[in-house]
């Protein structure tokens, strides 16, 4: 059974840092593509950052680039995403997600889900 396990959201003021962390069993994490979206009230959920199992190569979405970085740990099945420069535009219900092929940042290229932690950053 797959699971995806996120922690690290909390509230923040704008300008703070936040680490989160996903960690994952029951599938191949090493192969995996690991991707971090989020979804704010009335939105649809949108891509963040994505990492290829593939040398670990990274992708951003442009309003988090600079500021945002993804990361994994394939020892620990654990993929990270640590975010500074805070703003309240970041606010939302964060996810990780796991797709079994290559690179993507469409919602419904992934194949397992996370319940999401919440972000908040106050302004």
């Known amino acids: 059974q797959v699971q995806l396990v996120e922690s690290g959201g909390g509230l923040v003021q704008a300008g703070g840092s936040l680490r989160l962390s996903c960690a994952a069993s029951g599938l191949p994490f090493s192969r995996c593509t690991m991707g971090w979206f989020r979804q704010s009230p009335g939105k649809e959920r949108e891509f963040v950052a994505t990492?290829?199992?593939?040398?670990?190569?990274?992708r951003y979405t442009d309003s988090v680039k600079g500021r945002f970085t993804i990361s994994r740990d394939d020892a620990k099945n654990t993929v990270y995403l640590e975010m500074n420069n805070l703003k309240p535009g970041d606010t939302g219900v964060y996810y990780c997600?796991?797709?079994?092929?290559?690179?993507?940042?469409?919602?419904?290229?992934?194949?397992?889900w996370g319940q999401g932690t919440q972000v908040t950053v106050s302004s």
């Open positions: 997600a796991a797709r079994y092929r290559g690179d993507s940042g469409f919602v419904q290229d992934y194949d397992d």
């Open positions: 990492i290829s199992w593939i040398g670990g190569s990274t």
